[in-house]
């Protein structure tokens, strides 16, 4: 029987959460794969401090000390564009298969990654990086092969999803729901790319990349946050109705993407007026499907991790062989 070796690029929220998963899940991973998953390496930036994992994983904060081992799959949970791009790229020319869930990195560079995944004949899988637990880039990679898709209205940020409910709900303040957003595990290591929309912008940059198939550039992306949003406003307009959403809209013209990501408010007929919480939405229109909704968890260790090993099973059921090491 053959095996998959993974390395984790980051221990934090989604790495962890990924090495508990594989760990749990490995009786049904190796029946599923007919193969046994094992984490080989996790890179850290501080390799001084102890992590749980078992005593045969090497941890360690050196790239070339992850490669120098026998990896199949690299899994990229770390944060920025640099030096993920950089080790991803030195990974693939080492014939691995790439996992991210790392979205601002891949609004970067993700274009370039997957032509030079093609090149060498590896996988590159991002279903992590927009809406979390939400299978929303396998859906619209199936959806483009015959579709034209011309709107995609979203809600692609838990963290706003889940301040924007609790100011609302409970009445607390913008920052005290924040914290409690982070102590669950939901926020970005830095929260203002979450409430000034750079992370809903990032996701809307790679849904528009993946519906046209062209290199989208920043500036067709308009961005704003919550963080103008006044708490008593929150919690009156409700009573008028209206519940104030972090909106990603994006229409496509003839291969032209417009891309607006503002927080709006909605009343109940809108379609993502009812996601609250952490959940995300994403309402898709298209030529022959007409409109179809997603819906589901949206940041967070396990909806996470769940999709991101779901990419490591397609890479094996569907896409390479599992080779015996
Ligand atoms: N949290 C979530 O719900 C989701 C997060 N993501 C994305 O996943 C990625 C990870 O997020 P999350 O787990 O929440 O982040 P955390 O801040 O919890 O963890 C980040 C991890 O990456 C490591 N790391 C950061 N920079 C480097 C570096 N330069 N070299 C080596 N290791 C590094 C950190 O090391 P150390 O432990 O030593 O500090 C840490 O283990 C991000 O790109 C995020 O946008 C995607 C979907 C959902
Ligand atoms: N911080 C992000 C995490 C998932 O992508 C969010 O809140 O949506």
């Known amino acids: 029987m053959g095996s ?25 991973l190796s029946e599923s794969l007919n193969g046994s998953v094992n984490v080989v390496a996790v890179l850290v930036k501080d390799d ?8 045969d994983v090497l941890v360690t904060s050196n790239i070339d000390d992850v490669l120098a081992q026998p990896v199949d799959v690299i899994v990229d949970a770390i944060v ?14 080492q014939g691995c298969h790439i996992i991210t869930a790392n979205k601002e990195m891949f609004a970067y560079k993700g274009f370039e990654l ?10 590159v899988h991002y279903e992590a990086t927009v809406a979390g637990g939400v299978p929303v880039i396998r859906t619209l990679s199936q959806l483009v092969s015959v579709n034209e898709v ?3 209205e979203a809600i692609l940020n838990g963290t706003s999803n889940y301040i924007l409910s609790e100011m609302r709900n409970k009445q607390i303040d913008l920052n005290t729901a924040l914290q409690e957003a982070q102590r669950l595990g939901y926020a970005e ?9 750079f992370d809903a912008f990032y996701k809307a940059v790679i849904l528009a990349e993946l519906v046209t198939e062209e290199r989208v550039s920043f ?18 307009q409700q009573l008028k109705g209206h519940r104030a959403k972090h909106i990603v809209t994006l229409t496509i013209k003839q291969g ?70």
């Open 4 to 28: 998959v070796n993974v390395a984790l690029l980051g221990f934090g929220t989604v790495g962890s959460g990924v090495y508990e998963l594989i760990e749990r899940e490995q009786e049904r």
């Open 256 to 325: 032209e993407v417009n891309g607006v990501v503002e927080p709006k408010w909605v009343t109940a007929k809108h379609p993502l007026y009812d996601v609250e919480g952490v959940n995300n939405g994403v309402v898709v229109t298209s030529q022959y499907n007409g409109q179809l909704k997603l819906e589901g968890p949206g940041a967070g260790k396990g909806p996470t991790a769940s999709v991101i090993v779901e990419d490591l099973v397609h890479i094996y059921k569907h896409e390479q062989k599992i080779v015996v090491h």
């Open 114 to 123: 997957k032509e030079k995944a093609k090149e060498q004949g590896v996988a």
């Open 80 to 93: 920025g564009v640099e030096p993920a791009f950089t080790y991803l790229c030195k990974a693939i020319d």
């Open 189 to 197: 290591a830095d929260p203002t790319n979450d409430i000034e929309g």
């Open 150 to 152: 011309v709107r995609i």
């Open 219 to 236: 500036n067709q992306v308009f961005r704003q946050g919550i963080t103008g949003l006044r708490q008593e406003d929150v919690v009156n």
């Open 48 to 55: 001084s401090i102890k992590r749980d994992v078992s005593s």
